[in-house]
């Protein structure tokens, strides 16, 4: 199963959505702790709609115990940075691919892209205009693709 890791995420809202991405995906959805929000909040079940109770979750005191706890293989893992040279449509994702997203504002820690720079990639973007995406349409878009050679057809 693959799974979706978020890394102190910030904004309920898009914590939800990305929850219903988990659902429609059967996919996991893993947060690491600090969140910048409680996960009762109200606005992350708002965005998750009435999928949220559907959602596997599981909390991770810190990316040192998820990487403990959850030991994932070299080519599960796939970090999504907007400076990544990788685009994301280079990998072949195996099904229990590991899907990592950052904070809103900041991205990922400089300590976890240190210890992982071969494991980043992107979304391309054409314009220069734009400086990131949203976090719940990148995990979306990046869901699917990951998802490509396991989806029924």
């Known amino acids: 199963m ?25 996919m996991e959805l893993l947060l690491i702790h600090p969140l910048g929000f409680d996960i009762s909040d109200k606005r992350v079940k708002r965005s ?11 909390e991770f005191a810190s990316w040192d115990a998820f990487i403990e706890e959850r030991a994932p293989r070299e080519n ?9 040279n990788r685009s994301f449509y280079e990998p072949d994702y195996p099904c229990d691919a590991y899907l990592v997203f950052g904070q809103e504002t900041k991205g990922l820690p400089k300590a976890v892209l240190a210890t992982h720079e071969r494991h980043l990639v992107c979304l391309p973007m054409l314009s220069d205009k734009v400086r990131s995406l949203n976090l719940a ?10 998802m490509r050679d396991h989806l029924p057809r």
């Open 48 to 58: 998750g709609l009435d999928y949220w109770q559907h959602i596997r979750l599981a």
């Open 2 to 26: 693959t799974s979706i890791v978020l890394v102190n995420p910030e904004i309920p809202g898009n914590t939800g959505a990305v929850g219903r991405t988990c659902v429609a995906l059967d």
């Open 137 to 146: 349409n990148t995990v979306a878009a990046a869901a699917y693709q990951a």
């Open 76 to 84: 599960q893992l796939y970090l999504f940075e907007e400076f990544a």
